[in-house]
């Protein structure tokens, strides 16, 4: 089996052949997709099975820090021998090498929950104070998993440099409310990565003193969000 990152001719007619069989047969339904999709070398992988023959592939989007895949498909007669894993395995290695730290996808159908989940996936858990992954429009499972070792939060007290993150919208935080996560940023050996909603609080103390008290999308320290993940690797 190999991996390749670059979109070539025959290998995207093989897998154009075969997902049309597929949607005839009621088999998959990524044709559409697969037809109206422009490939580049930084949105494409494809799975080549010994007989020179493109057997799966991944759509995803590079947005440097974190990325986004959006559609994993493997030919019908060669799933559930791992080979998902392999190409998941590979990408996420590639897409480490560039400077992504983490992942995001939307689990479109929800039976493909499990699969993600087996690969390391977690569930947004605070989707109830996000402003868009609770609405209506969002009806599939919002998955995320770090590829990078990142700094765990603490329930250390009296920390003199810290990250504190509250998980709602700022005008919802009451004066004396405890922040949901704490991380100890005294020595930012690893980044800290986590899913939020750009509206949360976040607050920045530095030698005791609060440097920035507000929301993450006003936050410039270092950080790095679009509405889907706070990523902090450096303070400024």
Request: glycine share 4%.
């Amino acid at each position: 089996m190999r991996v390749i990152y670059t979109p070539e001719k025959r290998y995207l007619e093989q897998l154009e052949n075969w997902l049309l069989e597929e949607k005839n047969n009621n088999l998959s339904n990524f044709y559409q997709n697969f037809i109206n999709e422009e490939y580049t070398d930084d949105n494409f992988v494809c799975l080549v099975n010994d007989n020179d023959e493109a057997i799966g592939y991944m759509d995803y989007t590079f947005c440097n820090e974190y990325s986004s895949l959006n559609i994993a498909i493997i030919k019908n007669e060669y799933k559930g021998k791992g080979y998902c894993k392999l190409l998941f395995e590979s990408l996420s290695e590639h897409l480490a090498n560039k400077g992504t730290m983490a992942l995001k996808l939307f689990c479109e159908p929800s039976s493909s929950k499990m699969v993600w989940v087996k690969l390391g996936f977690q569930e947004f858990k605070e989707i109830e104070n996000h402003q868009f992954l609770k609405s209506k429009n969002f009806k599939h499972n919002w998955l995320y998993k770090t590829i990078k070792p990142s700094l765990s939060p603490t329930e250390a007290q009296n920390i003199e440099n810290k990250i504190e993150l509250w998980t709602n919208d700022e005008y919802k935080i009451n004066e004396d409310e405890k922040p949901t996560y704490t991380w100890d940023i005294t020595s930012l050996h690893a980044p800290i990565i986590y899913p939020v909603d750009r509206n949360w609080k976040i607050r920045l103390t530095q030698n005791n003193k609060v440097t920035y008290d507000g929301k993450i999308k006003r936050f410039g320290s270092g950080s790095f969000d679009r509405g889907d993940f706070l990523i902090i690797n450096k303070l400024e």
